[in-house]
């Protein structure tokens, strides 16, 4: 059974940083699209970024509120940990962040566009709270 475990949120002022991690136990497989999405409360789910395990490609989501440049996914596969560096922090990217996961091919940014809807597993989600 695939478990996923997210750690690292908690509250910051604006400008700040938080470092979100997610351990991946149980047998996901070699070749999977790892993910961050979040959901502020009354807002629909959205995609933050996605990295493939097989050559660590990513993307990350490009909307008004754009984190690219600001946030870093990155991977361990040897500790099958997957982490969401999150600098100059908002406002805005306040909500519940949840690591999710699939098999098969390849991330790419239509993962992100659709909000996850392709992903099989999925953490409880950890709580990031920015203070203006």
């Known amino acids: 059974q695939v478990q996923l475990v997210e750690s690292g949120g908690g509250s910051v002022q604006a400008g700040g940083s938080l470092r979100l991690s997610c351990a991946v136990s149980?047998?996901?497989?070699?070749?999977?699209?790892m993910g961050w999405f979040r959901q502020a409360p009354g807002k629909e789910r959205e995609g933050v970024a996605v990295i493939y395990s097989g050559d660590s490609r990513y993307y990350y989501a490009e909307n008004a509120d754009s984190v690219k440049g600001r946030f870093t996914i990155s991977q361990d596969n040897a500790k099958n940990t997957v982490s969401l560096q999150m600098n100059s922090l908002k406002p805005e990217d306040s909500g519940m962040y949840y690591c999710?996961?699939?098999?098969?091919?390849?991330?790419?940014?239509?993962?992100?566009?659709?909000?996850?809807?392709?992903?099989?597993?999925w953490g409880q989600g950890t709580q990031v709270t920015v203070s203006s």
């Open positions: 999710a996961a699939r098999g098969g091919y390849t991330c790419s940014p239509l993962d992100l566009r659709q909000r996850g809807g392709g992903f099989n597993y």
């Open positions: 149980g047998k996901l497989g070699s070749r999977n699209c």
